[in-house]
């Protein structure tokens, strides 16, 4: 499934840096989320967007801002990161919020920080 | 609250053995329940799912049935191949919480050998 796209793949920033991380899903969804993925620990869900509007923030430290400027992409804007922040951040896409739905995940981007 | 105990890896299986991956859960209501798939340096794709109690999902030769009486949901292959390598993920999603917030287990690696 190449629905959900995902850049940079792999990103390494120093603690002073500001990127940010892109998201877009061509299926036509309306619900997007942020999700990291750490070594040795479950999947935590970080944001989550339906129709554009943030309806989760899952106590992230404010040096993770996401955007959501429509429907079809996804941002984590990135500032002032500590190396625990080391992780695999995946991007996921549903059709809606409903709990029965599918989520679509991009590739994921690698992001490590020194 | 819900939650997801997977059977902990990893698991390594010759080619064309038997596979079960165990997964149960804890939850109120009648969760959606999937298991998802993550290849190497990819992100997680859907394996299957099932969304009330007795169904069965299955794809790629891949089955799991949805037992409410047991609250399990293992997955399982007869035969498996080297490119089902991967790393597994049960998952629920319960009513009255939206997609993003389903519950993941802690995922099951899996290694098959020529």
């Known amino acids: 499934e190449t629905g959900v796209t995902q850049t940079p793949r792999h990103l390494v920033m120093g603690m002073t840096n500001k990127k940010s991380l892109k998201c877009e899903q061509h299926l036509g969804h309306n619900a997007m989320y942020w999700y990291k993925q750490s070594a040795k620990k479950p999947l935590e869900l970080m944001f989550v967007y339906n129709f554009k509007e943030q309806t989760e923030n899952n106590s992230v430290p404010s040096r993770f801002s996401p955007e959501c400027p429509n429907s079809s992409h996804l941002f984590l804007h990135l500032h002032t990161l500590q190396p625990e922040d080391s992780a695999l951040y995946l991007c996921?896409?549903?059709?809606?919020?409903?709990?029965?739905?599918?989520?679509?995940f991009g590739p994921g981007t690698r992001l490590l920080v020194l | 609250g819900n939650s997801v105990t997977q059977m902990e890896g990893p698991v390594t299986l010759s080619e064309e053995a038997f596979l079960t991956i165990n997964c149960t859960y804890t939850a109120t209501g009648y969760p959606s329940l999937f298991w998802y798939v993550q290849y190497p340096g990819e992100g997680l794709q859907l394996l299957l799912k099932a969304t009330k109690a007795d169904d069965k999902g299955s794809n790629k030769g891949f089955e799991a049935t949805y037992r409410k009486e047991t609250t399990s949901f293992h997955l399982e292959k007869g035969s498996v191949q080297v490119s089902d390598s991967a790393v597994y993920f049960c998952?629920?999603?319960?009513?009255?919480?939206?997609?993003?917030?389903?519950?993941f287990g802690d995922g099951t690696t899996l290694t098959v050998k020529p």
């Open positions: 996921a896409s549903s059709q809606g919020s409903f709990y029965q739905e599918t989520q679509y």
């Open positions: 998952a629920l999603s319960a009513p009255n919480t939206n997609a993003g917030k389903s519950t």
